[in-house]
Each structure stands twice: as C-alpha cells, then as structure tokens.
C-alpha cells in the first residue's frame, strides 16, 4: 500500500474510547488508498489500560511506524498539539481527533495539493452520533483562497478535523496558541495572515463524531468571553475593521448564550453550510 512523507497527528486523553480511538487509527493509515509514513500519538496525560492496549496493538501491527509523546498530566489540547509538531519527523502534518473517522481517500486527495505548495489544506465533513455509517448534516467548507479569507472575518473556515499542513509555515505564525476551543480558528487566522497558501475540499473527507451535548458546549458565558477576545486579537492584527468586530461581538455574544437546540439549527444553517447527507447527495444529482 503507498503512503507519503507526512505525519498523522492523533491526540489522545482519558475521555476517550478504545473502540473510537481503534477506529481513528485504523481509518485514517490501513484503512487509506495513501497512509501516512508515520503516526504520533500524543497521550495527554493518564489514560486507561484499554486505550494503551490499543495503541500496543496498533504498534504492534507494524502498518506504520508509531510514535508516542506522553505528558505525566493532563495539559490540554494546544500544548499536546506543539508537542507533537515538536516531534514530527515530516514538515506535512494530518490532524486527526481520538473520535473521528477519516473516508480511505482522504490523504489521497488531500496530499497532491500539499505537493502543489499550499501551507493548508481542509476538507468537508460529515456529523454522525454513535454509528458512522449513519451519517446526518455535512458541513462544506468555503473553497478558494478569497473565499476562505472573507469567511475567516467571521467563522472558522476550516473543519479543524480535517486539517493538513506544513509544520515550518505553522511555526513561522508561532505554532499553536491557547485559545480556549478556538486554537485552530486562531491558527487558520494567523496562517492566512501570513500569506499562507490555503486551500479547502469541499467534499467530505472525515466522519465528525458530535454526540450529545456538543452545541450545549458552545454556549455559554466562558464561550461567550473567549469569542470577544478572539475578535479583538483579530482587530489588533488588522483582520478586521473595528465595524466587522462590533457585529461580531454582538452578533456571537447573543449566539453562545441561546439554547444548544437553537444553537444547533442556526449553525448549521449559516455557519456549516450544512445538509442532512441524504437531502446533499439528491440535490447533487441535480
């Protein structure tokens, strides 16, 4: 089976499943028409005997090599991310979450474009809950670099999930940054800022696990605090004009503190740029 020189990196922590995490691996390098040429996997902080098993296993298996960072405690997502660009042996890197599953020409037809000199490039994804062969709304990415840019004033443009890049470009923006649940729209941010090379698939490339509770995380007044402060960041770099930040602020203020079902609905309408997967693949036909 062919793979690249690029780097899959899976965080993990302990509220994660085996049978997820088993199924994220397997996805996203086996499961692959193009697998990655090595896997990191950065433990953050204790976690079960169930998940180091399957990472034994994993290991074991031999289909790519594997690479573990481990942290004694838990640290969080940005710093488990830094670590592993930290460690990658390769300059292209695959974000891929503990719970999610990648479709087996992901990488196929995310790499060539990686190759063709872009600094990042994302993807569609479609939401499940508990089955990922029960898929419900995908969510489309904007596509074109101007596109992308106009959208970022506003929303992440990329499904963070999705995420392929070039480790030296992340670094020159100064890698990740804690930005509450927003580190990778901050980062998305600072990369096309810089002049990076962006580029999205619109098609569907990764299988986003949502369950329940996921818009009830959204909400609320810390949400709401981390929103503003992104929208200043953005102000203070030139990103936006200082009426693009007073929309936002008000307009995503009011939004973290709707109910999650309200939440959901208006996402999903005007953020994702979602349709239930049945309802897209009819109007396709069209």
Known sequence: MASADFTLLLPVYAGDTPDALRLALESSTVGQSLMPAEVLVVIDGPISAALEAVIDEFEAGGAVPLTRVR????????????????RARYDVVARMDADDVSVPDRFAKQWPLLEAGYDLVGAGMVEFDDDPEAC?????PPVGEANIRSHARTHNPFNHPTMMYRVSRVREVGGYEPFGKMEDYWLGIRMIASGARVENIAEPLVKYRVGSGAF???????????????QKAMLGMGFIGRGEYLRNVVMKSVYRMLPASVKQVLFRRFVAGGLPSDQKSKDTQK
């Open 71 to 86: 942290f004694a405690e838990n640290r969080g997502l940005t710093e488990g991310l830094n670590a592993g660009l930290e």
């Open 136 to 140: 419900g709304v995908t969510r489309i």
């Open 216 to 230: 009830a995380r959204r909400g609320g007044w810390r949400e709401a605090q981390t929103e503003i402060r992104l």
